[in-house]
């Protein structure tokens, strides 16, 4: 038998499961209703459109829909996304600062593959999403975590921490932040937050990941320009996906940056999986040249505004006083912390025998916190299920609140 003990690399051993995608199995369960995965509501696809768009693919593109792409990605695709990102405050960037991966995930791993050595500190939320998480802490990095309020980052404890780092062993290298419609705590960081915490990475020389799949799943937020807008040094690597606003299935986002992190980005993605889908990359295309994106994102947000709300009103009806929970203005999730004493992943399993599911706050922090907290995704479930599963919810919580108490 061979020692795989021995065998492993030590970044191995760093390496965890993500417990979303193994809550993801324990929900294939139809009678087991989940607000634990970040997954659009499969009623949202547009899947006519899409049939349509697919055999034109095919018929105008099909040797080359079929064929290996370049690693960066299809020129027009890259050209069509700048074109909207120059309209989303982006101004001097062409898509030539665009590569398309494999999800964002894969822009994640490849940006702790390019920054981070052992012992090297990634700054992220707490809570921040757990698929960062996951991706940085492969690379053997030390992993900081600045409180969030209801503005996303402090980012005055940011800079003190900052600071601290500057004087141990820890070199910082970058702050990864989500900073609209934040996975998991829904929160948006005001433009002024956005100022700072440029002028905070320019200071102190560091990179800023900004990790934007919610920002256009806005219900009543007032538009604020991505990070990146503000970036005069080339510090910003800004990524964004089409999986929340078409399709998770396609695998498809966009990472913009300098030219020179782009280059090397590039030679990452060359490592990990040659290119990009190449058909989902010209169906993507296709969809935006005919001008439906911006249609199916309207279609979405009218969708999942009125989840959002019905999720805060039974939330309201079922759950025991104690808690709290800010009220998100987009993206799919809402952050419940509840009464002190009770622990969320111990109770999770109290949930699913209530045949109901969250992901608990946990996993979402690097420092042990969020024993209290929960977060919960409104994007999938039917309405009768958001009303349902918060009852039972309710009910779960209820419970353990009679244990403490007694
Ligand atoms: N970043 C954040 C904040 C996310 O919530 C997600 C998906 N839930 C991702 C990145 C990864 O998205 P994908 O790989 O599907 O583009
Ligand atoms: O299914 C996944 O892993 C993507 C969703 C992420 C999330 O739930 O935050």
């Known amino acids: 038998m061979a020692n795989l003990e021995r065998l492993y690399s030590d970044r191995a051993g760093k390496m965890k499961k993500s417990v979303i995608r193994e809550l993801l199995k324990v929900t294939q369960d139809p009678e087991i209703i989940s607000f634990a995965g970040g997954l659009p509501n499969p009623n949202s696809f547009p899947i006519e459109d899409l049939e349509g768009i697919i055999s034109q693919v095919m018929s105008k593109f099909g040797t080359k829909a079929l064929q290996y792409g370049t690693t960066k990605g299809l020129k027009e695709l890259r050209d069509a996304i700048a074109e909207r990102s120059y309209k989303d405050g982006l101004k001097n960037i062409t898509g030539e600062n665009i590569i398309i991966t494999s999800g964002s995930q894969q822009a994640l791993d490849s940006v702790g593959k390019l920054f981070l050595n052992p012992g090297d500190t990634a700054i992220v939320g707490l809570p921040t999403y757990l698929g960062g998480i996951n991706a940085f802490r492969s690379y053997e990095c030390n992993l900081e975590g600045i409180p969030l309020d209801k503005d996303g980052m402090r980012i005055d404890i940011l800079e003190e921490k900052i600071k601290e780092l500057l004087g141990k062993e820890y070199v910082p290298k970058f702050i990864y932040t989500v900073p609209t419609f934040q996975n998991p705590a829904g929160v948006i960081m005001p433009e002024s ?49 089409f999986s929340k606003i078409l399709s998770p299935g396609f695998r498809l986002a ?32 296709e969809f935006m040249r005919q001008g439906s994106l911006d249609l199916h994102i309207m279609k979405i947000n009218e969708m999942y505004k009125p989840k959002r709300d019905l999720m805060m009103q039974a939330m309201e009806q079922y759950f025991p006083e104690g808690y709290t929970c800010n009220k998100p203005k987009g993206g799919m999730f809402a952050w419940v912390t509840l009464a002190e004493g009770i622990d969320t992943e111990i109770m999770f399993l109290e949930a ?25 995704n409104f994007s999938y479930s039917t309405n009768d299920q958001i009303e349902e599963g918060m009852k ?8 353990k609140l009679r244990t403490i108490v007694a």
Request: hydrophobic share 35%; glycine share 6%; charged share 30%.
């Open 392 to 399: 039972r919810l309710g009910t779960v919580i209820e419970k």
């Open 352 to 376: 699913i025998k209530h045949k109901v599911a969250y992901v608990h706050g946990k996993a979402f922090h690097v420092d042990g916190g969020g024993e209290r907290s929960m977060r919960l």
């Open 193 to 241: 937050s956005r100022k700072k915490i440029i002028d905070i990475a320019n200071e102190y020389d560091l990179i800023i990941i900004e990790d934007d799949p919610y920002g256009k799943l806005n219900y009543d937020a007032s538009y604020v320009k991505p990070i990146k807008a503000f970036d005069d040094e080339g510090r910003v690597i800004y990524m964004s996906t």
């Open 254 to 285: 966009w990472t913009i940056a300098s030219d020179e992190i782009t280059r090397k980005i590039e030679i990452c993605k060359q490592a990990l999986d040659l290119c990009t889908n190449t058909f989902t990359q010209y169906i993507a295309c």
